[in-house]
T-cell receptor, first 112, second 113 residues
Framework: AQTVTQSQPEMSVQEAETVTLSCTYDTSENNYYLFWYKQPPSRQMILVIRQEAYKQQNATENRFSVNFQKAAKSFSLKISDSQLGDTAMYFCSLDSSYKLIFGSGTRLLVRP | ETGVTQSPTHLIKTRGQQVTLRCSSQSGHNTVSWYQQALGQGPQFIFQYYREEENGRGNFPPRFSGLQFPNYSSELNVNALELDDSALYLC????????????FGQGTRLTVV
């Protein structure tokens, strides 16, 4: 069975600092995608960053970057220069054919 | 804004009733997936519709059913509502069944009392 695990229910970071959110997953597929989604209080799931498993280079999107360790099945998200607007729930996700499998989420609070 | 709209935003139903939730997909998208997000949890896949046909289903009972229309908008119907059906229901649309380019709506908050 494919699973996604986020072991940090809550994280807190000072504005302008860097924070890393952890995620591990399990899949028997060789080629797959991994995602980090942000869910602010508005409830809408917003794609933050995407990583293709066959690409060794870690994905980056402005202040967001990932550390993808395929052998260890680890996929962490680093947020640099944290901003107040980054406060939200963050979900790690794995694609499984036609559906997404989500972790339980990490609540990130950015303190002013 | 993603162009995916869901209605209603909130609703309250009584146990045993039936409910219909609606999702208008983004222009050019022919696939709609539905997810249930219970409080404090990640979303769980309910089913997907691709070109008006069910293309996959998660571990949900038959009282969860769906429909996709020729304009690719979609409905989620839940019969015989139970208290545990209280959740945020999210739809996501995409140009094909792969979830790699999915865009989510803002969700419908369903409360069953």
């Amino acid at each position: 069975a494919q699973t996604v695990t986020q072991s940090q229910p809550e994280m807190s970071v000072q504005e302008a600092e860097t924070v890393t959110l952890s995620c591990t997953y399990d899949t028997s597929e060789n080629n797959y995608y991994l995602f980090w989604y942000k869910q602010p209080p508005s409830r809408q799931m917003i794609l933050v960053i995407r990583q293709e498993a066959y690409k060794q280079q870690n994905a980056t999107e402005n202040r967001f970057s990932v550390n993808f360790q395929k052998a260890a099945k680890s996929f962490s998200l680093k947020i640099s220069d944290s901003q107040l607007g980054d406060t939200a729930m963050y979900f790690c996700s794995l694609d499984s054919s036609y559906k997404l499998i989500f972790g339980s989420g990490t609540r990130l609070l950015v303190r002013p | 804004e993603t162009g995916v709209t869901q209605s209603p935003t909130h609703l309250i139903k009584t146990r045993g009733q039936q409910v219909t939730l609606r999702c208008s997909s983004q222009s050019g998208h022919n696939t709609v997936s539905w997810y249930q997000q219970a409080l404090g949890q990640g979303p769980q896949f309910i089913f997907q519709y691709y070109r008006e046909e069910e293309n996959g289903r998660g571990n949900f009972p038959p009282r969860f059913s769906g429909l996709q229309f020729p304009n690719y908008s979609s409905e989620l119907n839940v019969n015989a509502l139970e208290l545990d059906d209280s959740a945020l229901y999210l739809c996501a649309s995409s140009t094909n069944p792969s979830p790699n380019e999915a865009f989510f709506g803002q969700g419908t908050r369903l409360t069953v009392v």
